[in-house]
C-alpha cells in the first residue's frame, strides 16, 4: 500500500435488522479481513452491544473501527418516525457520510427509514429526480439483470423511469465492466404500441437519449438476461422482487412434498441438495449483498433485514468499491452530458459515446 | 344420461397457434373422449387442415364436430387486424357463441384478437367496465392462487381492480369450490399506508363490498396461498406472469450448469428428473388448462401459443365447467346484489353472505 492512498470508510449499521447485530458484525469482520488497510469498517450501534461482541472476538482487525448510537430504529417504525430518532444508528452513520468521516453507509434495518434519511441528510445529485433502489436478478447468462427501481417510488412519471435506466446503466457499467449496458424499458410486449401510457412517453426519452436502449423488455427478460438494466416504477419492481425472494421457499416446499411420496427421488434429493441449495441462492438477492440507493449524494447500500453475515460482508465490499467508482459523480456527469446534448442536438453523438465513462474511473484496481 | 341433459359445446379454435393444429385437435380429442356425450367439441379452421387430421385418425369419437373458417389470425397480426378478417376462426367460433350453437369458445391463437373479438362478439356482462384475464398461479398450499388482470387493461382505475377481484371471487367459488374465497389486492406492503394511489382507492371499495377482503397482498402472497384470489392491473399481471413463464427455462438452464461440473450431481440430477419435470410444471400456466377471460356475456378461455394436447384437453374441460357453472350469470348477479347492497346500506348485511354463489349453480355433477 503508498502511504498516499487513502483508505475507504464503510459505516455499518449493526442495529434494526431481523438477525441480531452479532450476524451483521460478523460479517462486518469478514469484509474488513478480506480487504485489508484499503477498507476501514465502522460499527454504528448501541455501545453496549458492540463492546460485547468484540470482547468475545479472538482478533479484531486493525481496520475495524466503532462509533455509538444511542437508538435504534425499529423494523415496525414508519419511515417518518425514523428519521425523527436524532440519535438512531441510522442518522449517526449517515451523518458520518454528511461530515466526510465515512464514505458509504450499509445498514439492513428498516428500508424505509434508510432511504428517506438518506435522501434527507445526503441530498439528492443534481438533476434527478427521485433516487431509486437497484436490485440485481439472476439471468440464464450467469451475469445478473439490474432492475430499478424495486420500490423507492410507487407512482412515477416517465422522466423518472429514464432517470433510473440511466443510473442503472452507470452503475452496471463501472461495477460489472460492462460497455454500454443494453437498457430494457419494462413493458407487457416488445412492440412499441404495448404498454401503458407512462412506458409509451418514456420510450421516446430514451430513444433519443443516445443511450444503449433495446426497447421494450417483457417479465421472462429479466432471468433470460437480454438487458443489462431493467428500468420499471417501484411498484412494479417490488411487486417482482417480493415474488422472486419467494421462489426459494415454494421450491423447498415442493421439494419436501415430492422427497415424501417417492424413495428413488428421496435418493437424488440427498445427491442435488448442493444444486438446490446453490438453485435457492439464485433467487436469494442477499448473494448481491444488498440493493444500492442510487441518484444521493452519497453512497448507500440496503440489505435484507435477514442478510447472512456473508450478504453484509459483500455489501460493505460493493459499497467501497461503488465508492472508488464515484457512482454519484459519475451520474452527475452523465446527467450534464444528456442536458447538454438536449440543448445542443445538432453537436456530434459521439458525446453521448459508448466508453464515456471509462475515463472517470478513479483506479483500475479492484477493492 | 338422461335425454333432458343438453350438451354442452365447446368451439375449439384449431388455427393460428405456435404449435400445428393437429397438436390442438389431438387436445380436443382428449377431451371428447375423456367427457362423453356431455360435451360436445367443435373444430373451428381451415377445412383441409380438419379434413387431413381426421383422415389419418382411427376412431373419431361422435362428439366431435367441425365447423369451417376460411382464415386465420397470425400471431403476428395486431388485435385490430385480427378483429377484421371475418372469416378467421376466431370469428366463426364466437359467431358460434353469440348465434347459440356452441356454449364456449377456446383458442391458442392471437391472445389480442381473442380478447378484443370476445368482447366486441358476446359483449360485457352489465355492470362490468372491463373484462379481465384470470391466471392461475400454483402455491406452497397446492392450491392454485388466481391472479387478474394478467394483460387485458394495462391502465387501470380503483373500480376496475375492484371488478376483477369480484370475478376471481366467483370463479374461484364455483369453479374449485372455496367458500368465501379470500382476496388479496396487490401491493408493495401489507399496511393501509403502503401502496400506489390506485391501491389506495381501490381498497376502500374492498372494504364496504362485504367481499372476503384480506387486504393488501405482497409479490411474495401469490406462491405462499396466503390468498385465493389477487386483483391487480394487466401490467403488473402481465409482467409477473411472463416472469414466472421464464423460471422453467431458468432452472433448467442452471440445472444443467450444475451437472456440467460436477459428477455427483449428475446422478441426483437423472434421479430427480420427475421431481424438475413437476416443478417446472408448476411454473407453467398451460396446466391449468388456459386463462379465462372473465366479464364477458359468454364463456372464453385463452390458451398458451404453445399449449400442450394436454393443456388443450384442460382448456375444453374448464370451458365446459364454467358453462356448466353459468360463470358469467354469477358475475351478473353478484354486481347486481352489490350495487343493491351500495343503494341500500341499511339493509341486513347478510345479504352479502358467503354462500350465495351455492345456490346458483346449475348442478352439483362435476363434469
Chains 1, 2 share one sequence.
Do not use: W
Request: with cysteine; net charge neutral; charged share 20%.
Amino acid at each position: 500500500m503508498s502511504e498516499q492512498k487513502k483508505s475507504i470508510t464503510v459505516a455499518l449499521d449493526i442495529m434494526g435488522a431481523d438477525v441480531p447485530p452479532d450476524s451483521i458484525m460478523t460479517g462486518g469482520i469478514q469484509a474488513a479481513a478480506e480487504c485489508g488497510d484499503e477498507l476501514q469498517v465502522t460499527f454504528v450501534g448501541k455501545q453496549e452491544v458492540i463492546s460485547n461482541f468484540l470482547d468475545k472476538q479472538k482478533n479484531v482487525p486493525s481496520n475495524i473501527s466503532v462509533e455509538y448510537a444511542a437508538h435504534a430504529v425499529a423494523m415496525s417504525d414508519n419511515p417518518t418516525e425514523g428519521i425523527r430518532k436524532k440519535n438512531s444508528s441510522i442518522a449517526v452513520g449517515l451523518g458520518m457520510q454528511k461530515r466526510k468521516e465515512a464514505d458509504a453507509f450499509v445498514s439492513a434495518g428498516n428500508t424505509g427509514a434508510v432511504m428517506a434519511s438518506a435522501i434527507m441528510v445526503l441530498g439528492r445529485i443534481e438533476g434527478i429526480s427521485r433516487p431509486a433502489i437497484a436490485t440485481q436478478f439472476p439471468s440464464r447468462s450467469g451475469r445478473p439483470t439490474l432492475v430499478l427501481d424495486v420500490g423507492a417510488n410507487v407512482d412515477c412519471k416517465p422522466m423518472h423511469l429514464f432517470q433510473f435506466g440511466l443510473m442503472g446503466s452507470v452503475f452496471a457499467s463501472l461495477m460489472t465492466g460492462r460497455t454500454s449496458p443494453r437498457i430494457g424499458l419494462l413493458s407487457i410486449g416488445e412492440e412499441r404500441s404495448k404498454g401503458n401510457e407512462q412506458v409509451m412517453q418514456t420510450r421516446e426519452l430514451f430513444e433519443k437519449s443516445g443511450l444503449n436502449f433495446i426497447g421494450n423488455v417483457e417479465g421472462r427478460d429479466i432471468l433470460s438476461g437480454r438487458a443489462d438494466v431493467v428500468s420499471t416504477d417501484g411498484f412494479v419492481g417490488n411487486v417482482l422482487l417480493k415474488f422472486t425472494e419467494s421462489i426459494e421457499g415454494f421450491l423447498t416446499k415442493s421439494l419436501k412434498r415430492q422427497i415424501e411420496t417417492n424413495i428413488f427421488s428421496r435418493v437424488g434429493a440427498g445427491l442435488m441438495t448442493p444444486f438446490l441449495r446453490r438453485l435457492r441462492n439464485a433467487f436469494d438477492y442477499s448473494e448481491y449483498g444488498g440493493a444500492p440507493l442510487l441518484g444521493i449524494n452519497g453512497v448507500c447500500i440496503i440489505c435484507h433485514g435477514t442478510s447472512s453475515p456473508k450478504a453484509i460482508k459483500n455489501a460493505v465490499i460493493v459499497a467501497a468499491r461503488m465508492v472508488k467508482h464515484r457512482i454519484g459523480e459519475n451520474i452527475r456527469q452523465e446527467m450534464a452530458i444528456l442536458n447538454n446534448s438536449n440543448n445542443n442536438e445538432q453537436d456530434d453523438k459521439s458525446q453521448n459515446g459508448r466508453d464515456r465513462f471509462v475515463r472517470s474511473i478513479s483506479s483500475d484496481d479492484e477493492l
